[in-house]
T-cell receptor, first 119, second 109 residues
């Protein structure tokens, strides 16, 4: 199988605090992980691509200093929302691509998502 | 910029009906098109299509890709209430997936 976990599944925090979300590939190695954000009734928007051992690549309009991504190992990537504000409230989903698979044939496996509410 | 457009945005049908969901795309360096089903959590994978004209089938769900006309359809026959979900179409260009806005499907018992 290919299982991706996220922790926490739900978090409520006060405005101004930082929140860390973990994404783990449980039974495979992932050199590349992706972080998405989904607002209510909208589609998934890619925030950044995380490569193990190197800096993340951020999509246009995503502040790299606000959304810190670390991909320190082949099974773990973390997203830290720094100084969170109510407008950061959203559903954050990570996905992982299996190492060694060709870009043509590979599938991304999604984590269950983290619902963030900033008060 | 890559673009994926899904239609309809929402669809309400009765249990037992057949539905067809549409996905059209403009992608640089197209590699594959994927369909996902999203209920309350993250999307679950349904199909990946890379070649034109070859139908992928899984139970009551099937999908086909037309690379010349740049679209794909997802068919669900004999719908059940458990099919109620958002169905997302995504295309892969170089490295990343680009998602459409999804079709919200509601099945009425």
């Amino acid at each position: 199988g290919a299982v991706v976990s996220q922790h926490p599944s739900r978090v409520i925090c006060k405005s101004g605090t930082s929140v860390k979300i973990e994404c783990r590939s449980l039974d495979f190695q992932a050199t590349t992980m992706f972080w998405y954000r989904q607002f209510p009734k909208q589609s998934l928007m890619l925030m950044a691509t995380s490569n193990e051992g190197s800096k993340a690549t951020y999509e246009q309009g995503v502040e790299k200093d606000k959304f810190l991504i670390n991909h320190a190992s082949l099974t773990l990537s973390t997203l830290t929302v720094t100084s969170a504000h109510p407008e950061d409230s959203s559903f954050y989903i990570c996905s992982a691509r299996k190492s060694g698979t060709s870009v043509l044939g590979e599938t991304q496996y999604f984590g269950p998502g983290t619902r963030l509410l900033v008060l | 910029e890559d673009k994926v457009v899904q239609s309809p945005l929402s669809l309400v049908v009765h249990e037992g009906d057949t539905v067809t969901l549409n996905c059209s795309y403009e992608v640089t360096n197209f590699r594959s098109l994927l369909w996902y089903k999203q209920e309350k959590k993250a999307p679950t994978f349904l199909f990946m299509l890379t070649s034109s004209g070859i139908e992928k089938k899984s139970g009551r769900l099937s999908s086909i890709l037309d690379k010349k006309e740049l679209f794909s359809i997802l068919n669900i026959t004999a719908t059940q209430t458990g099919d109620s979900a958002i169905y997302l179409c995504a295309t892969r260009g170089n490295e990343k997936l680009t998602f459409g806005t999804g079709t919200r499907l509601t099945i009425i018992p």
